[in-house]
């Protein structure tokens, strides 16, 4: 038995660190680390709830805007406040928005170079790349010339000896097997999104003021205003032809460059449809509402839970049965009960118990991890694109449905390849799809909103402390963030934050074993995943890469001397 370290394991936000012992070249068993403890939640304590989100988006500065729906929808929820109709519109642009560039960011810029073998793309023949390119799509950069120019600045970078992130790849590794033309097309296309995803969030900077950290979230809506007659206004008759301008070149990036190369390069590496499945069980809390947040049938994404890949029921989801548990988490409960706690009652006390610097190995048998391992009525889940998808699927919905056959014809793949590395990296395509098709519908709502003279934008009812209930109150925010289901619990008393917890995507899906050895969605996906060699694991990273990992919103600041810190110490360091 050999035992391999990935640490870091890179093109990821934040820090990971994955074990893995490997018997007869193939994993047999994995372990998930998140190196950086998080300390937002403890920032957030006495703060006036209002500005919770502030905070709480700077979680993370990938998935950016996230963090601060889920916080302003948990305040709200805890106040009851309802948001009018034209804040919920543009909460569901920003979000879709930030749906479509993260996914396409993370398949080209993050993932890809699992697949792509930049330095075969030399060998390519940019006349035979253009007849792939013709043959998969309509996109119009396409031409032999087009492909040789981005061949001649491939050779000009490896020239120059600078080559970043290409730097360190395994390139080579037999697991490789893209013909040149392939990888030069993909190549081609990983400079193109660069581009693209630099224009497209341009959706953020009109109605957020920024991107990253977005500064127009209000609780009770936005801070956006709707005037048709006033050209300083966020939202008028001109900054709606930006949008759906931007909207449209979203639908035609997705649709002649994105989902053809997803097509493409997985129908080269086939046995990837039947690894990295792992739990088996899926979660999604459901988004995008078509009225109130409290309408989950309305939801665009629904709500739901397949359970042992049985896709012929959803049961319903209950957030009262979430529960994070420690047993292997390098935290303590206040009372020393090992037992799982409710996010809302839950504490985020820090003590780790692991090796010190510098050691080979963790102590996977005791604590191991900065991630909690958040639980479902007890049973591991897994979050994201794939959960999502599979849970409409589910539920019945038929455009989804009429996605996912259309792709499992075109991959030729049963639908029990769903359950799969490459069915995350379909689904996650497949979502950009649907949301670039909805985009443009919520800004011709918020058009024709405007143009009946509809501008309201906040409900200020309640934006009154005094008018806030003398007891204290608790509320629930949730998101399905481009990584997965994102939720953020809080407790208000004394109109200031008594308690605040967040349980991000990446916690479900790189969370570590829980008391009765249950693996978290990672390491369980990793189990059977073949390495042919233990010093260049490209395979492992491939399952890895397909969740997304996001480590900066699971886990967030630390001091190596091992010092607590208060938190108004840790808010003067932000």
Not at 85 to 95: H, S, T, V
Not at 106 to 128: G, I, N, Q, R, S
Not at 533 to 541: Q, S, T, W
Request: hydrophobic share 40%; aromatic share 8%; with cysteine.
């Amino acid at each position: 038995m050999t035992r391999i370290v990935i640490d870091p394991v890179t093109r990821i936000e934040g820090h990971l660190r994955i074990e893995a012992s490997i018997e007869g070249h193939a994993v047999s068993d994995a372990w998930s680390s998140g190196t950086m403890f998080r300390g937002i939640e403890l920032i957030l304590r006495d703060r006036d709830p209002r500005e919770a989100w502030i905070w709480a988006q700077r979680i993370c500065g990938v998935c950016t805007t996230v963090h601060a729906l889920a916080s302003v929808r948990a305040v709200e929820d805890a106040l009851g406040i309802e948001v009018p109709d034209n804040a919920r519109l543009i909460r569901n642009i920003i979000a879709a928005a930030q749906n479509i560039q993260d996914h396409v960011v993370h398949f080209y810029h993050l993932h890809a170079l699992d697949w792509v073998d930049v330095t075969v793309a030399l060998k390519a023949d940019p006349a035979k790349t253009a007849q792939v390119a013709q043959s998969i799509s309509d996109w119009p950069k396409s031409s032999t010339s087009y492909f040789r120019t981005v061949q001649n600045r491939v050779k000009t970078l490896i020239a120059s000896k600078q080559l970043s992130l290409f730097s360190s790849g395994y390139w080579g590794h037999p697991a490789y097997i893209l013909p040149p033309e392939v990888n030069l097309l993909a190549v081609a296309h990983y400079l193109e999104a660069l581009e693209f995803q630099r224009e497209f969030i341009r959706i953020h900077a009109v109605l957020g003021g920024k991107n990253p950290h977005l500064q127009t979230y209000l609780v009770g809506g936005m801070a956006t205003s709707i005037d048709p007659n006033e050209p300083a206004a966020t939202v008028n008759p001109e900054r709606i032809t930006l949008l759906t301008e931007l909207a449209k070149l979203a639908a035609t990036f997705v649709e002649q460059v994105y989902l053809p190369d997803v097509f493409a390069i997985a129908s080269y590496y086939p046995e990837y449809f039947k690894l990295g499945e792992g739990l088996g069980n899926f979660m999604a809390y459901g988004c995008y509402p078509s009225g109130s947040i409290k309408d989950t049938a309305n939801f665009l994404i629904p709500r739901g839970i397949v359970m042992g890949r049985d896709l012929s029921t959803v049961h319903p989801l209950d957030p009262a049965n979430i529960h994070e548990y420690i047993a292997h988490s390098w935290y303590e409960y206040s009372d020393g009960n090992q037992a799982g706690r409710h996010p809302s009652v839950g504490e985020t006390k820090p003590k780790y118990s692991g090796p010190q610097p510098p050691f080979e190995y963790l102590d996977v048998e005791q604590k191991y991890s900065w991630l909690k391992a958040p639980r479902y009525q007890d049973k591991a889940m897994e979050v994201g694109p794939l959960a999502r998808t599979l849970v409409a699927y589910a539920s019945g919905r038929q455009d989804v449905r009429k996605k996912v056959d259309a792709a499992l014809v075109k991959l030729n793949a049963p639908p029990a390849a769903l359950f799969s590395t490459l069915g995350r990296i379909a689904a996650r395509a497949l979502e950009a799809e649907l949301m670039a098709e909805n985009l443009p519908l919520w800004i011709a709502q918020l058009d024709d909103h405007m143009s009946h003279g509809d501008v309201l934008i906040h409900n200020g009812e309640k934006w009154n402390p005094d008018t806030w209930p003398a007891h204290a109150v608790r509320g629930w925010g949730s998101h399905e963030a481009p990584r997965g289901a994102l939720g953020h619990w809080v407790e208000i008393e004394d109109q200031k934050i008594k308690n605040y917890q967040a349980v991000v995507p990446s916690t479900w899906n790189a969370g570590p074993r829980d008391a009765s050895g249950q693996r978290g969605a990672y390491e369980a996906a990793l189990i059977g995943t073949p390495v042919a060699d233990p010093e260049r694991p490209v395979e492992i990273l491939r399952t890895v890469h397909s969740f997304d990992p996001c480590m900066a919103c699971a886990v967030h600041v630390v001091d190596a001397q091992g010092r607590e810190y208060s938190h108004e110490v840790l808010s003067q360091a932000l």
